[in-house]
């Protein structure tokens, strides 16, 4: 599997961005390229957490019309949406059930797990449609 790459500022951004989120989840869009073997994060697009207030605490959902306006951003940048990018607070940064229900292939899946408001570890998932399970991508923190 192709390793996600983040500069080291997209990577502090996302944790900086659960921070801020907790108790609630952060949720965004990772913009960029397939390059050379490998899958390029240029850009986030932050997102409102569009799920119900009272469920938000372990639940994130990103506006479709949001969706595609980043899409068509991407696009006409000649980058594309590689995937998605969200906290799970004071739980682990694996995929949950919920997050495998309603998870599409090909997207990369960034989680950042926060702990007490504070980010604890960051990993990367491709859900395999013919096994319905998330498959670890590997991260690759490059500096600026």
Not at 83 to 98: E, I, K, L, Q, T
Request: glycine share 6%; charged share 25%; hydrophobic share 35%.
């Amino acid at each position: 599997m192709n390793p996600l790459v983040l500069s080291e500022e997209l990577f502090r951004r996302i944790e900086r961005e659960g921070s801020q989120a907790f108790p609630n989840e952060c949720c965004g869009i990772l913009i960029g390229r397939d390059e050379a073997g490998e899958r390029v994060v240029h850009k986030l697009v932050p997102g409102k957490n569009a799920f119900e207030a009272d469920e938000q605490y372990h639940r994130f959902s990103i506006d479709p019309r949001a969706q595609l306006q980043a899409e068509r951003e991407a696009e006409a940048a000649g980058m594309a949406v590689l995937g998605f990018y969200h906290s799970h607070p004071d739980h682990p940064a694996r995929p949950s059930d919920y997050d495998r229900d309603h998870g599409w292939p090909y997207y990369s899946y960034v989680i950042v797990s926060i702990m007490s408001g504070k980010p604890a570890d960051m990993t990367s998932w491709v859900l395999n449609d013919q096994a319905n399970v998330f498959e670890k991508q590997p991260i690759n923190v490059r500096p600026q």
